[in-house]
């Protein structure tokens, strides 16, 4: 009976031990990675913000809002991973708000991409109305929708709950995920239907601006300039978003990975790092490698080289 007994918590401890060092390892390296990443970004707005060439156009303002949408969106995320792994349960009114965070920024990724898309579509294909179309003030108004659009995924559920049973802002305890605060029926079939219609347009937008470059482009017999790259830049921004996606299923893969407990925590981890993590990847190359006017003023801020001042071209994707 005291053997069986010590046996079994020998080996709870050591499970324990385990998952404790599974955890810790795990939020070292999404740590890292995530400084990683927002150091590289913080170079990508260092640069926007010296050069009046950037932020006078709606093409890099839009960038630059993708990035620091990600910065936040990355340390919302790697935050409430610390948070489950070092808490696992906490208040609601503490984790609440980074989730809100999360969230938001997470849904306005797909649709920046869209407006770049589109951005895109109008200066390969109708370059004269370039600069009436795509002004200052209407982008600053249309990232301003992003936002909007984005907070109705959940903002109104905030509402919700709390009209419903004003206690639970502040003494309900759980997990910090958006799967577990926000459980009652009419806020997920809200967000089911928002996910849908969100990805819907985004897809839409997407293959029907590539479309209408790629014939542009046969209409002209070139697919060596401009075109060619705006094709690319789409094909990125594809590529992005379908890791974006994922995000929506993840209640379902939670599911599906429950039933190999033995590698639960790694799974879990490796789909953290593939969906929340690597799309953040994307958007440094897509600019900040790929452009060539871009990448011109950030070498000069990297290597403290002086470069001469070359005339902006709208064809630099």
């Not at 890099?60 to 910065?71: A, C, Q, S």
């Not at 009652?184 to 293959?207: A, G, N, P």
Request: glycine share 2%; proline share 3%; with cysteine.
């Amino acid at each position: 009976m005291n053997s069986s007994s010590y046996n079994y918590n020998v080996s709870s401890s050591q499970i324990y031990r385990v998952n404790s060092s599974q955890t810790a390892t795990g939020s070292v390296i999404a740590v890292t990675l995530g400084f990683i990443i927002n150091y590289i970004n913080g170079t990508l707005i260092h640069t926007f913000r010296k050069h009046r060439i950037f932020y006078t156009n709606p093409r890099y303002i839009l960038f630059i809002h993708l990035v620091v949408n990600d910065m936040i969106q990355l340390t919302t995320s790697i935050t409430l991973l610390v948070l489950n792994n070092i808490f696992y349960k906490m208040n609601a009114s503490l984790c609440l708000p980074i989730i809100v965070a999360a969230v938001i920024t997470t849904m306005n990724t797909p649709l920046n991409l869209a407006v770049m898309a589109v951005e895109c579509y109008i200066a390969v294909c109708f370059p004269l109305r370039h600069a009436e179309l795509c002004t200052i003030k209407r982008t600053n108004i249309l990232i301003g929708c992003i936002w909007a659009l984005s907070s109705v995924t959940i903002v109104p559920d905030i509402f919700f709950y709390l009209a419903a049973d004003p206690l639970w802002f502040f003494y309900s305890i759980a997990t910090c995920e958006r799967d577990n605060m926000f459980q009652h029926t009419v806020s997920l079939q809200k967000r089911t239907i928002t996910y849908i219609t969100f990805l819907t347009i985004v897809w839409f937008t997407l293959l029907f601006t590539y479309f209408k470059i790629f014939f542009a482009a046969q209409a002209a017999n070139s697919v060596d300039g401009n075109a060619k790259k705006a094709r690319n830049t789409i094909l990125l921004h594809g590529f992005q978003l379908l890791l974006c996606m994922l995000t929506y299923v993840a209640p379902e893969v939670k599911n599906y990975i429950s039933f190999l407990p033995k590698y639960v925590s790694e799974v879990r981890f490796f789909w953290y790092i593939f969906v929340y993590i690597l799309p953040r990847f994307i958007s440094p190359i897509v600019y900040g490698l790929r452009d060539k006017t871009f990448k011109l003023y950030l070498k000069k801020n990297l290597l403290f080289n002086r470069v001469g001042n070359k005339p902006y071209s709208q064809g630099n994707f």
